[in-house]
């Protein structure tokens, strides 16, 4: 148990307050004022917390978690901002193992509970609290009652840790911070980072041979040629390139299939009328494929069309977006969410940082307003569609650890989870960044 926490503050405010509420509990800290801390590599080694107001940026948060000494106990991190991306960076904060919050209140509570030596308080026994207290803690507590501790009530309406079989107990806070201090905790607690593998099944040189170039996006075809040698599952589909072909291809492959434009300036996601369901013969794929041109035409007169692709035709469950860019030299930041134009509209997204677990990779997903629906189906086709899920996300982060001196960024949209747990990529954009034009301009070695 520590007699003071060291906490890093953004403003001289934030000491204040910081100083006061935890006054109130009986927790002694030793705030210590630096402007922009994370940005300027101010992390001080020992903090126990930072209360921010400017939203730190993916990789100031991964250099402070690499960073922070390894005292065994979580670091708390406050993000007290109306910025739009500031839910972002607390996601990304818990992610990375720091129990993160949004107010000074639950940072006190959180640090408390650190200074009881509180184990698993989401666990905790609440049966000396009133109906209207285990309300307000419901969210973060899972009644299992097995921790060696409880929370009591103590004065002034304020909630506190005391061990089991134990009569001295710490005061927290007041319910809902308490609440929310738990949930941090726990989430932090949860982080795991398993080890990483391997997955190309090829010469990594097949892949340089199709991202070597300038600062681009690639077209759906030669981003899945791309990513094909890392095992991701694809559709069935060929890129046509003539009407004649396209309708020799969807017989072969079979109808109903679907016929959507390849170009890497019209993107299928942003042109959803640039793609058919549906179509069952012949003569319809062919007039199809007039239609898709011309509309690609005039829509972006120096678009580069390279033809239609031709896929099987699948039934999804749910249609899923993701958004994968490297985070630091291990990691990969994932950002996910529904494909659909009310998921895109509500802004319903999920993050997650990989490589993880499978029980890791479902908790992310489970936070979506929709998950419901990405998991319906019973127990057993859940299973099948997390493992799936995973699996495609890990293989994705693989490519991108491998080849991140060359990408910025890879996106899915749509991830198919199809009706019996699969997994089905069906378009996907490579981002190569600018390590080409860097190499021609680094100095040349003399011998």
């Known amino acids: 148990m520590k007699d003071s926490f060291l906490i890093v503050c953004e403003t001289a405010e934030f000491a204040v307050?910081?100083?006061?509420?935890?006054?109130?509990?009986?927790?002694?800290?030793?705030?210590?004022?630096?402007?922009?801390?994370?940005?300027?590599?101010?992390?001080?080694d020992g903090a126990a917390g930072y209360l921010l107001a400017t939203t730190p940026k993916k990789d100031d948060l991964l250099r402070l978690r690499e960073t922070h000494d390894a005292s065994g106990n979580p670091l708390c991190i406050a993000l007290v901002s109306d910025a739009i991306e500031a839910q972002s960076a607390l996601a990304l904060a818990g992610e990375l193992g720091m129990a993160a919050v949004d107010e000074v209140r639950p940072f006190i509570a959180a640090l408390a509970l650190?200074?009881?030596?509180?184990?698993?308080?989401?666990?905790?026994?609440?049966?000396?609290?009133?109906?209207?207290?285990?309300?307000?803690l419901r969210f973060a507590i899972d009644g299992s009652e097995k921790s060696s501790g409880r929370l009591v009530r103590a004065d002034a309406g304020l909630l506190a840790w005391a061990r089991a079989n134990a009569d001295t107990h710490t005061v927290l806070g007041e319910p809902r911070d308490v609440a929310v201090a738990i949930a941090a905790l726990e989430a932090a607690e949860l982080v795991d980072?398993?080890?990483?593998?391997?997955?190309?099944?090829?010469?990594?040189?097949?892949?340089?041979?199709?991202?070597?170039?300038?600062?681009?996006?690639?077209?759906?075809?030669?981003?899945?040629?791309?990513?094909?040698?890392?095992?991701?599952?694809?559709?069935?589909?060929?890129?046509?390139?003539?009407?004649?072909?396209?309708?020799?291809?969807?017989?072969?492959?079979g109808y109903p299939v679907r016929i959507a434009l390849a170009s890497p300036d019209l993107r299928v996601w942003d042109h959803p009328d640039l793609a058919v369901d549906g179509v069952d013969h012949a003569a319809r794929v062919r007039d199809v494929f007039h239609q898709l041109m011309t509309?690609?035409?005039?829509?972006?007169?120096?678009?580069?069309?390279?033809?239609?692709?031709?896929?099987?035709?699948?039934?999804?469950?749910?249609?899923?977006?993701?958004?994968?860019?490297?985070?630091?030299?291990?990691?990969?930041?994932?950002?996910?969410?529904?494909?659909?134009?009310?998921?895109?509209?509500?802004?319903?997204?999920?993050?997650?940082?990989?490589?993880?677990?499978?029980?890791?990779?479902?908790?992310?997903?489970?936070?979506?307003?929709?998950?419901?629906?990405?998991?319906?189906?019973?127990?057993?086709?859940?299973?099948?569609?997390?493992?799936?899920?995973?699996?495609?996300?890990?293989?994705l982060a693989a490519f991108l650890l491998d080849r991140q001196g060359e990408l910025d960024a890879v996106e899915l949209n749509p991830v198919a989870l199809l009706m019996g747990g699969a997994v089905e990529v069906r378009e996907a954009c490579v981002h190569v960044g600018d390590a080409f034009l860097r190499s021609l301009d680094a100095p040349v070695l003399q011998r």
């Open 17 to 44: 307050e910081v100083a006061r509420v935890a006054a109130e509990v009986g927790l002694r800290v030793t705030p210590a004022v630096i402007e922009r801390p994370l940005a300027t590599s101010a992390q001080t």
């Open 193 to 253: 980072v398993p080890a990483r593998r391997a997955t190309s099944t090829t010469d990594a040189r097949e892949v340089l041979d199709i991202i070597f170039g300038p600062p681009r996006a690639l077209s759906d075809p030669a981003s899945k040629a791309a990513l094909r040698p890392y095992g991701l599952p694809l559709p069935i589909e060929e890129l046509c390139a003539s009407p004649s072909r396209a309708a020799s291809e969807a017989t072969r492959i």
């Open 295 to 395: 509309l690609a035409q005039t829509r972006e007169p120096r678009a580069r069309l390279l033809g239609v692709t031709v896929t099987a035709t699948t039934e999804p469950a749910a249609l899923l977006r993701v958004y994968a860019t490297p985070l630091g030299t291990q990691r990969v930041h994932v950002a996910m969410g529904f494909a659909d134009a009310h998921g895109t509209a509500s802004h319903d997204e999920t993050i997650v940082v990989l490589p993880a677990s499978v029980p890791h990779v479902e908790r992310a997903f489970s936070r979506l307003v929709g998950a419901e629906l990405l998991f319906a189906g019973g127990a057993t086709i859940r299973r099948a569609s997390v493992i799936a899920l995973h699996d495609v996300l890990e293989r």
């Open 114 to 136: 650190i200074t009881a030596g509180a184990k698993k308080p989401w666990s905790a026994s609440t049966k000396g609290l009133s109906a209207v207290d285990r309300a307000r």
